[in-house]
């Protein structure tokens, strides 16, 4: 009795399970080619098999995951049609970024459209006769129902080119096939396709590959070393490579900065002549950067980042966090990879210091908030943005070394920022595969540090208080001094005398210059680049007289100059001892 209820139950469970496969299941490709590439177009043809409706929408995302501002990608789209078996599908735009086919219940749909890919950022995509690279989000239109089922993509490489880099796995034995397990990987896997230099290196159990384009003063052999040793002290916080493969697609340019995380892939564009000196320390510090996200805000992810609206504006208000701290440990770490000095390392947190205290946005703007408007503030500056926004970056990276020494200090060395992200990453995304929460992310560090968190969130995350520096620096035995500086000074930045930006409450802001205001003469004397030399021989209180170009109508404007008031932050070790908290905050392997 019990053996045939089982045999039946058994039989039903053989049919449940293959019911599906009998079904044909819903798919997607794209095929993408660029015959013409000095023109900057990409064709896609996208093909949608066994979907079957009477119509669908196709979309083109809004933007690209990591770069916070509505781009419109849907602007450079043209030429879109649709066909079964070759026959024409009526097709019509619904809004900005959604286009309707009627497919009649067709089980084949082909939809052709070109895309225009001139712009050669990290975050857009870009063709022309040397190479092409694009970012799936502006190339690749989604069908909301289906994003989660695998997404096909064959890449036609124009004439002579050879190689194609992305980190989306290939279809063995076809060539440039390749299958992403979703949409969301498939845009999240940028393709570089030409003649570029590639290398391979192995660090931390994971096979890296580089992708160079462009000429460049590099040093393979040095590069995999270095860039090996960055891979180990990021590996090394969290415990964890999550990657048997990553892709580094780096473009070398003459005007090249930036670059933008992906989950198995990184890309960067650098200044071509980085590789030497103070700037291959800031090129490593950019890798070491893109290489940190791909746990901090790839994985260990604010709830509202992933999966993600490609419709709208994703809002979070933990951007500190994701860059801030991603923007701490790239100096850290850089420091850990015995690649900065210990003189180098907390000149960085000093000059970061120095950065934020200065700004008059820093007293307006909590990070919490400039996290949260990124999209219309941090991504849409004007020249009033200095006054009245910070930015998540340089204030969340002083945030996440104010927090590292608090939990060191509390902990007694027992703990430090590590084990916060280690704990994110074990718990948000290991165990539970979802993104936190701002309370969550603050109980977490209440656990990690064993200190309550209301005040600090009150005061420097939701509030726009100042750190006492000489405190928590005091922790590792250093010392904070502070100089303000008296001199005299408009508070102003000009290029050609021409006034781009008023620091509120200077000379200038109180006196009525108004940006776009071109300096002709100071004291009668005609300007020439120099009203510098004008104020440097001044003394505060000095009435100052200008004559001014606003809107091409001249003017004379006096005021008194009152002083620069900025204030220089030196943070340094009296003595060559370490304590306890130092020790543990600042140690190389
Ligand atoms: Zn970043």
Redesign the pocket.
């Known amino acids: 009795m019990k053996f045939r209820l089982r045999s039946i139950q058994k039989k039903l469970l053989l049919i449940l399970f293959l019911l599906p496969a009998l079904i044909a299941q819903a798919a997607i490709g794209y095929e993408v080619s660029a015959p013409e590439p000095h023109t900057h177009y990409y064709n896609v043809k996208m093909r949608v098999t066994d979907y079957e409706k009477d119509y669908f929408d196709i979309q083109m995302p809004v933007w690209s995951p990591?770069s916070y501002l509505v781009r419109e990608f849907a602007k450079n789209v043209e030429g879109l049609t649709a066909t079964f078996n070759k026959k024409m599908l009526r097709s019509e735009k619904i809004n900005k970024n959604t286009w309707r086919i009627y497919a009649e219940k067709a089980n084949n749909v082909v939809i052709n459209y070109k895309v225009y890919a001139f712009e050669l950022s990290v975050r857009t995509s870009f063709v022309d006769a040397s190479h092409a690279y694009f970012n799936g989000t502006s190339m690749f239109m989604y069908i909301n129902e289906l994003k989660k089922e695998p997404h096909n993509l064959t890449i036609i490489p124009f004439k002579d080119w050879k190689k194609v880099s992305t980190s989306l796995p290939k279809i063995e034995g076809k060539g440039f096939q390749y299958q992403a397990p979703n949409y969301d990987i498939l845009v999240d896997s940028p393709v570089e396709i030409g003649n570029q230099d590639i290398f391979d290196f192995t660090a931390s159990g994971v096979l890296h590959h580089v992708a160079m384009y462009g000429k460049g003063n590099y040093d393979v052999e040095k590069l995999k070393i270095d860039m090996g040793k960055i891979v180990e002290a990021c590996t090394d916080v969290f415990g964890e490579n999550p990657n048997k493969e990553y892709t580094f697609i780096i473009h070398n340019l003459t005007n090249g900065s930036g670059?933008l995380?992906h989950l198995s892939s990184t890309t960067l564009q650098v200044n071509r002549w980085t590789y030497e000196g103070n700037k291959y320390k800031g090129f490593l510090s950019l890798v070491a950067?893109?290489y940190f996200?791909l746990w901090n805000?790839k994985r260990v992810r604010p709830v509202e980042l992933g999966p993600f609206d490609y419709n709208s504006e994703n809002y979070t208000s933990l951007l500190w966090v994701?860059?801030g701290f991603?923007?701490y440990y790239d100096e850290l770490l850089l420091y850990r990879a015995g690649i900065y000095t210990e003189k180098e390392i907390i000149r960085k947190f000093q000059g970061s210091v120095s950065n934020i205290e200065n700004q008059p946005g820093n007293k307006v703007q909590p990070v919490a908030h400039s996290s949260f408007d990124a999209w219309i503030k941090a991504y849409r500056p004007n020249e009033n943005s200095y006054n009245t926004t910070i930015s998540y970056?340089s204030k969340g990276s002083v945030v996440a070394n104010m927090l590292d020494l608090m939990i060191i200090k509390n902990t007694k060395g027992k703990k430090n920022l590590d084990n916060v992200m280690q704990y994110l990453y074990s718990e948000f995304y290991k165990k539970q595969d979802r993104g936190f929460t701002s309370a969550e992310m603050k109980s977490t560090l209440e656990k990690v540090s064993g200190l309550k968190m209301d005040d600090f969130f009150e005061k420097y995350i939701n509030g726009t208080q100042t750190f006492d520096y000489s405190t928590v620096f005091g922790y590792a035995g250093l010392s904070v001094e502070t100089a303000v500086n008296k001199d005299p000074s408009l508070g102003i930045s000009e290029s050609n005398n021409k006034i781009r930006r008023v620091n509120r409450g200077s000379s200038a802001y109180v006196g009525g210059l108004n940006v776009n205001d071109e300096i002709l003469a100071i004291d009668g004397y005609r300007v020439h680049g120099n009203i510098r030399d004008f104020i440097d021989a001044k003394k505060v209180g000095d009435i100052v007289s200008l004559l001014i170009s606003r809107d091409n109508i001249i003017q004379t404007m006096s005021f008194p100059l009152l002083e620069k008031g900025t204030t220089s932050y030196f943070i340094f070790n009296d003595t060559d001892k370490k304590n306890n908290v130092h020790q543990k905050w600042l140690s190389q392997k």
């Open positions: 990591g670059g995380e950067h893109e996200h805000v994701m860059e991603t923007s970056y």
